[in-house]
């Protein structure tokens, strides 16, 4: 059982493993990690300060942990997810080109949830990321 990741929040942990699966412990909020309900492999895992996220390889993302804190969103809601990011209190997520996602909370293709005082660090995350992957794309 090799570690990929390992990340940690106010209340609990989650790794990911190199074999796609992801554990964590912890107080979790009740809601069993995305490995433990589908067995779909996940690529990356993100944290807010109360709740977590986890990528598939399959670009959906599934949450679990405070639902203030962004571990609330429905499955069916995060899909075609290029990449996604935590901030202390909020996640946002970028739409892979050519969907749409029509969501309240949507801006553009960036999809943002979790403590409304945590969505524009968020958002900010989110685009710096965003920057550096087209650059390394761009050196390869």
Do not use: C
Not at 31 to 42: F, G, T
Request: charged share 25%.
């Amino acid at each position: 059982m090799k570690i990929k990741k390992l990340i940690s929040n106010k209340f609990g942990f989650a790794a990911l493993l190199y074999n796609g699966t992801v554990i964590s412990w912890g107080d979790i909020m009740g809601k069993k990690p995305m490995s433990d309900n589908k067995k779909e492999k996940i690529k990356d895992i993100v944290a807010t300060s109360q709740a977590f996220a986890a990528h598939t390889e399959n670009d959906s993302v599934y949450t679990w942990g405070n639902i203030s804190f962004g571990g609330d969103k429905n499955d069916s809601e995060l899909e075609f997810i290029e990449l996604i990011v935590g901030s202390t209190g909020a996640f946002a997520a970028k739409i892979k080109s050519g969907y749409f996602i029509n969501r309240s909370n949507e801006q553009g293709n960036i999809l943002i949830w979790g403590d409304k005082d945590s969505l524009q660090e968020a958002e900010d995350n989110l685009k710096q990321l965003d920057v550096k992957s087209n650059l390394l794309n761009l050196l390869n």
